[in-house]
């Protein structure tokens, strides 16, 4: 009798563990939710890869391909851009950039500051998903990030900055983890100029609040 009422326990406890489970994953976080959490995710302290391509008539290319770092108002990416190398710091109003032909540090003056950062500004996650409004959120499912289980949602935004500006037919991925973590994002859209040349960027965040950035020696 004693053994009867074990097993009674185990398959109740299993029953009650797989409920728990399927609510876990099958329930997805509050599509309402998911363009604040966006937002302030690319926006909060961390780390990030961030990558565009481009496609042409089935061509595609590399836009850029970086790796980056912030806290605070100091950032610091590094990578690819139009298949050229790029180590950037932006620290306390000053932008630092290294010449690869001089091998050196050098940090730009007032004068050339405007044209840096808003050369900067575009290699910023958020600016990609930058929008005036939203038109429809969609939730589509489950899909793994770096093999991790999230919840996908499909996004139509009224696009702003320089998404905005070149593409058109613009959507937004966004995965989220149960508990509203951004594992994934990208944008997709159409050249205004050319309908047969896509873009494709995508990003992926890791909060950090511990991070330090140290401007580089310059000659």
């Given amino acids: ?6 097993v009674l326990l185990a398959a109740a406890t299993l029953v009650l563990l797989g409920a728990v489970i399927t609510y876990v994953y099958a ?22 890869q961030f990558t565009c391509m481009v496609d042409t008539d089935g061509e ?15 950032r610091h990416v590094s990578g690819r851009v139009l298949g050229s190398p790029l180590d950037l710091y932006y620290l306390d109003g000053h932008i630092y950039r290294y010449d690869e032909a001089d091998q050196v ?29 939203l038109i429809a959120i969609d939730y589509a499912g489950h899909q793994k990030v ?17 998404v905005g500006e070149y593409f058109t037919d613009v959507t937004f991925t966004v995965i989220l983890n149960r508990w509203g973590g951004l ?5 997709d859209g159409k050249l205004i100029e050319d309908a047969n040349t896509t873009m494709t960027a995508l990003v992926t ?15």
């Fill in 27 to 48: 329930v997805p976080p509050s599509a309402k939710k998911v363009p604040h959490l966006l937002t302030t995710t690319l926006l909060a302290d961390g780390r990030y």
């Fill in 146 to 162: 770096n093999g991790r289980l999230g919840y996908k949602f499909l996004i139509t935004p009224q696009a702003d900055g320089w």
């Fill in 1 to 6: 009798m004693k053994r009867k009422k074990l």
């Fill in 105 to 133: 540090w050098y940090c730009y003056d007032r004068e050339d500051l405007g044209q840096a950062a808003q050369l900067y500004a575009e290699l910023e996650p958020a600016s990609a998903f930058a929008f005036k409004s």
């Fill in 60 to 74: 595609s290319r590399e836009y850029f391909w970086l790796t980056g770092e912030k806290n605070g108002e100091s």
């Fill in 183 to 187: 594992l994934g994002a990208q944008v």
């Fill in 205 to 219: 965040f890791e909060n950090d609040g511990n991070i330090k950035i140290k401007a580089p020696r310059t000659p």
